[in-house]
């Protein structure tokens, strides 16, 4: 067995990456990816020991002449993230919300999601918890690094990692689902229909398949990219120069819009997206041209902002721990004190307002008429402090194949899929009747080997031509 190893390290953020070729008889492998990492590992057969190691020798070549070079695996550390530096002052409003329950996490807290039966947190020591909207906390999963966002596309909830990878968490085994290049420092994403978008330190947007492989990249007019939405229509890239909006399908320039200041966070409804700025604003772009159809003045850097349904009631919050409310043409209606730290991202849902601070904390704020009137007067609710109980269930990503459960056979209404090796990558298709067997299926990288054959609870078909995991997954013996 033969091995070369290579690395790519240039300064100012640059690639920092590692490539690895392995050759042993007929079998070439291949490992690559940020250095410090594990990586991701690909592997061919070939039919003689010759051709072996003259396609190991090729793909060698190609790096060195992209400028890899020979090195000692390990000596070389693991670049640091970019953690987002924040300040959180005191809130100048005369008022504090009416804060219903608040979950402490324990450190600076990024990630948010709400949805019909859950509401999602994930902080920067890499913990994401699930609460009821009633504030019980329901389960937690232990991520390999913190936690830069949280994003829902339809029933799937993705966690977007400083590791550089993106971690799936709908099913009792959250799996890595993207592994992003090693020259990308996340610092927003946004999934439509498994194709991933990345927004970076250095102002770029990347789009990534479902299998994980790279579409196509932009770089924006600015750098610092906070903000990335997308839609059917287009990807709305928010940097420190505006808002760009790309087509989805092969990322050209739609419009440009400059905003009153560089762009903190993004949020969006049908026809609109919404920037929060470092110049004290929400700006409301159309989607269709770009055009500014509203502005929210706040009186602090805006570091998040979301909406009611269809954009009646705009929220904000600011970088002096205040919370706002506009109208859609936006008059203020009220300004509150969150009553901790500054919200660093938010959601609205029911009339309520959930945040998530700079303390580290999950709030739930009664954002209904009656409530908000009654703090403006000085009467709120007292806030009840939610506890993390001993027997919460704790999940981890799977890391290996013994990570997940066997069975003997597939319980009625299953689906059966196989991992099989096409062209030194290992794809998953399904076996079962009454699917499309030329589709490719979004799977956990981590657990795949191939002719295994694997056993999922549902398969959801993706508009992109390929399918989804819905549920447990288990190896079927």
Known sequence: MTTTYLELSEDGGGAHKFYEVTVQGLVVS??????????????????????????????????????????????????????????????????????LWRFRTGSAAFGIHVDDDRCWVGNQSGDVYTLSHAGEVLARFNLPDGVKCLVADDFWIYAGCDDGRVYDLSSKLPFAAYDIAADVDIFWLDIHEGVLNV???????????????????????????????????????????????????????????????????????????????????????????????????????????????????VFAGDSSSSVYCFDRDGTRLWKLSTGGGSALSMQYRDERLYLVTTDGSLVCVDASEAAVTAAQQGTVPVARDVKLAAATPTYAPATAATAVTTVTAAPAGAVVVE????????????????????????????????????????????SGGFYRVRGDIRRLL
């Open 199 to 313: 927004a970076d330190r250095a102002g770029r947007l990347t789009v990534i398949d479902h299998e994980d492989e790279h579409q196509w990249s932009r770089r924006s007019r600015g750098e610092h990219a906070w903000m990335v939405r997308a839609d059917d229509r287009a990807v709305y890239h928010g940097h420190q120069s505006g808002v760009t909006a790309y087509a989805p399908d092969g990322g050209g320039e739609l419009w440009h819009t400059a905003t009153r200041g560089g762009v903190l966070f993004g949020w969006q409804e049908h026809d609109a997206v919404y920037a929060g700025t470092a110049r004290n604003t929400v700006q409301r772009l159309s989607k269709a041209s770009g055009a500014i159809e509203a502005t929210y003045p706040c009186d602090s850097a805006v570091y998040s902002c979301a909406t009611s349904p269809g954009g009646r009631f």
């Open 30 to 99: 291949v490992r690559y990816g940020r250095i410090g990492s594990s990586g991701q590992t690909q592997t061919s057969t070939l039919p003689t020991v010759q051709k072996a190691q003259a396609a190991a020798a090729k793909k060698v070549g190609e790096k060195v002449r992209k400028g890899y070079a020979p090195a000692v695996p390990g000596a070389r550390a693991a670049r640091a993230v970019t953690r987002r530096q924040v300040s959180s002052a005191p809130s100048t409003a005369r008022a504090v919300a009416p804060v």
């Open 419 to 462: 991992c099989v090796q096409e062209a030194g990558r290992m794809r998953v298709h399904v076996v079962s009747e009454g699917y499309e067997p030329s589709w490719n299926v979004q799977f956990p990288r981590a657990i795949r080997e191939p002719g295994a054959r694997y056993v999922v609870d549902a398969l959801h078909a993706a």
